[in-house]
């Protein structure tokens, strides 16, 4: 029995006792019922029911009544609620009617398609589907108006099936092997209980992983956002998720453009504007509402024509019988149901949509071309009335002269006025101010791209949302040319940041690395100072740790909590060792680890990070960092080396094991203010039991046996 969306279901539930995690396999009454008193029973005539305060009016049965159900049981190969007779015959059982999950040794049969949960929180059926078909497996977006396929397995040759005619054998099945985690299509007689017999065609078998490693239970779940993903129990390195980013149909909501990895944008800001303006992923709305009304002379609507752009599903449904582009863009043009049409240069074929979805973006522009409809304003055009008099037209030609003359001069004006008051270019430093940094930034190879100052007002669109505030200034939301979004940080104060800025430009332009966050460019004029990142959905480490945000909580589990600890310490061994010069960052705290969308973990902030030659073990430098966070022979003796990340990231995983900050004035008792010193204690006389957050010594087993 399982608590589901404030509603009771009878679901049955995988859980990972190591990390405490568990997922949801399988649901018997995926709508939930509010109730005070729920109960499963197992009646005299074999029928399995669920039952509410009544007891007698069932809310779920097996409709088993009268089939000889003698015992009830669980099994394990396939995970499974199963009802057998008196002689251990199987007469019902949840695998043969999966919900939203296959796991080892279950069968998919023709017509029991998977279908996904409606959130991450709501099993009732969702929006996509997991089909399988004469042809293999397919993946289907629910929509109004027909169901969309965007993806597929096919067991023949690979090719879409609307492509070609599909003659399977008898009795076809699909079955995840126990051994090597793949699909197979299978001949099923309706007796086998494994997969362990002869497939139809292993060569066209789906891979599930990159090592051929059993682990105790692999599934394939159909998930809410429409990825299929691949689980297993204990988690394994390398499993897949199939499709996944901007292959999913609506990873970035209606009109959304999906670049990169999941980076959503509108189509056009001009056309477009987000739904939400704090998260792009909810996708983005016309400006203009479409009017269509084709025996109007009035113009309403047009064709934006965007390169590179295409639809996911556009690869599995046929093309219509439209032969050139211009065919294909008009029949969409005075179609009032069609909404977007797609052509394809390289094959000349032709798709059109009657539903706003996400499209997919950064493709080849010679060869995919989307046109958009969109409204426009009725354009209105004035006449003159042939009856007005000759002094008039005169009086109006006069007047507009004046008109466009005085516009014109208001405009060299205000040209004039931005030209003296735009910051000039910063020339060369001075030769006192000729220091290292500034040699550096010169001519480090592959520098970030550098932008002036009307560049970065208008990527800020004029700095109007602003993300945050920290010690060297402002930090406002951003979006380059080509959509991708970015922070941008303002440096406030040229005293205090000059140094910073540029020892973070220099540093961060010839470096790269998966869990360091990416500069993508820098403003160097005089009385300004911006660094300009890759925007970070889910903000900085702290606001999760120290957050009490119930689905923020919800989110952070031990296995998120397990992978952004291990993404910190591969960025900062990039940086003392993947990198020509060594770099020691020496600010490692929650405030400067980012995190992705995935909850990848970004290391931010190299404004006090220097640099050590090969020949060099150590340096010398003034305390810059932040308390509590700084390692001991630094604040003794003012020498930095690698060692110095090594104790600030110790101190920021205890932060990240405990869910609070290593220095807490309103921890009681007062012993317990600073943690690492309580819990150093704690750890001597064994008392481990009594340390936050109550599973310490899990999170030590899961890097001890896990990541070893």
Not at 294 to 322: E, F, I
Not at 376 to 390: G, Y
Not at 560 to 582: F, S
Request: hydrophobic share 35%; aromatic share 10%.
């Amino acid at each position: 029995m399982g608590m589901l969306h404030r509603n009771f279901s009878l679901a049955i539930v995988v859980r990972d006792l190591q990390t405490a995690y568990y997922n949801v396999i399988w649901t018997a009454n995926r709508h939930g019922i509010s109730a005070r008193l729920i109960s499963l029973r197992l009646r005299e005539d074999g029928n399995l029911v669920l039952v509410a305060e009544d007891m007698q009016t069932p809310i779920w049965s097996s409709d088993t009544a009268g089939k000889g159900v003698a015992k009830m049981s669980l099994s394990e190969s396939p995970v499974s609620l199963v009802l057998r007779d008196r002689f251990g015959k199987i007469v019902w059982r949840t695998a043969d009617y999966p919900t939203d999950t296959v796991g080892t040794n279950q069968f998919l049969l023709e017509g029991k398609n998977l279908t996904s949960w409606s959130s991450a929180s709501d099993p009732s059926p969702g929006r996509y589907t997991l089909a399988f078909e004469s042809c293999g497996l397919a993946l289907y977006m629910m929509s109004t108006q027909n169901p969309q396929r965007y993806w597929a397995l096919n067991y023949n040759d690979g090719s879409p099936s609307w492509k070609r005619s599909c003659r399977p054998p008898s009795r076809l099945a699909a079955c995840i092997s126990d051994f090597y985690s793949t699909i197979e299509f299978n001949a099923y007689d309706g007796a086998q209980t494994d997969c362990s017999f002869s497939a139809y065609n292993s060569s066209f078998s789906l891979y599930l992983g990159t090592t051929p490693l059993r682990p105790d239970g692999t599934f394939l779940q159909l998930q809410y956002d429409g990825n299929l993903r691949v689980l297993t129990y204990p988690p394994v390195q390398g499993r897949q998720s199939t499709p996944e980013g901007c292959l999913l149909p609506n990873s970035c909501g209606p009109y959304g453009l999906c670049m990169g990895e999941s980076q959503c944008s509108c189509l056009n800001a001009f056309f477009f504007s987000p739904l939400n303006s704090t998260d792009s992923s909810q996708g983005c709305k016309l400006n203009e509402k479409l009017k269509c009304n084709p025996s109007s002379r009035a113009q309403v609507t047009t064709m934006l024509k965007l390169d590179g752009v295409d639809y996911v599903a556009n690869d599995y449904t046929p093309a219509l019988k439209l032969s050139s582009e211009k065919e294909c863009k008009e029949v969409c043009e005075h179609d009032c149901s069609c909404l977007l049409a797609f052509w394809r240069k390289d094959t000349n074929a032709c798709h059109h949509m009657h539903e706003e979805w996400s499209l997919r973006g950064g493709l080849n522009q010679s060869i995919f071309v989307t046109y958009v409809k969109v409204g426009i304003s009725p354009r209105t055009e004035a006449t003159a009335s042939r009856t007005e008099a000759t002094s008039r037209k005169t009086v109006i030609i006069v007047a507009s002269v004046l008109s466009a003359l005085g516009v014109v001069f208001i405009l060299v004006l205000f040209h004039l006025y931005r030209r003296l008051s735009m910051p000039k270019v910063e020339e060369e430093e001075d030769d006192d101010d000729d220091d290292d940094d500034d040699v550096l930034l010169n001519v480090t190879e592959g520098l970030p791209s550098r932008f002036n100052y009307r560049d970065v007002h208008k990527i800020t669109k004029g700095f109007e949302r602003q993300l945050g505030k920290g010690g060297f200034g402002v930090v406002y939301a951003g979006q380059l040319l080509d959509g991708t979004p970015v922070a941008v940080k303002k440096l406030d104060s040229l005293n205090q940041g000059n140094k910073e800025f540029k020892a973070e430009v220099a540093i961060m332009g010839g470096i790269s690395h998966y869990n360091l966050l990416r500069l993508r460019g820098f403003c160097a004029q005089k009385g300004y100072r911006f660094l300009l990142y890759d925007y970070m959905d889910n903000g900085s480490l702290d606001q999760w740790l120290f957050s009490d945000h119930a689905h923020r909580k919800a989110q952070l589990t031990w296995r998120v909590r397990c992978k952004i600890a291990l993404g910190i310490p591969q960025g900062i061994a990039y940086l003392h060792n993947g990198t020509r010069e060594r770099i020691i960052h020496l600010d490692i705290k929650p405030q400067n680890i980012l995190l992705d969308s995935n909850l990848e973990a970004k290391v931010a902030d190299f404004g006090l990070s220097r640099l050590l030659k090969n020949c060099e073990t150590h340096v010398m430098t003034a305390m810059r960092g932040t308390p509590g966070y700084m390692a001991p022979d630094w604040l003794r003796k003012g020498v930095i080396d690698e060692k110095c990340d090594v104790f600030s990231f110790g101190m920021l995983l205890m932060e990240i094991i405990s869910g609070r900050r290593n220095l807490d004035n309103n921890i009681e008792p007062q012993e317990k203010t600073y943690y690492p010193e309580w819990a150093f204690w704690q750890a001597q006389a064994d008392n481990i039991a009594e340390m936050p957050p109550w599973r310490v010594k899990s999170m030590y087993e899961i890097f001890d046996k896990r990541y070893a």
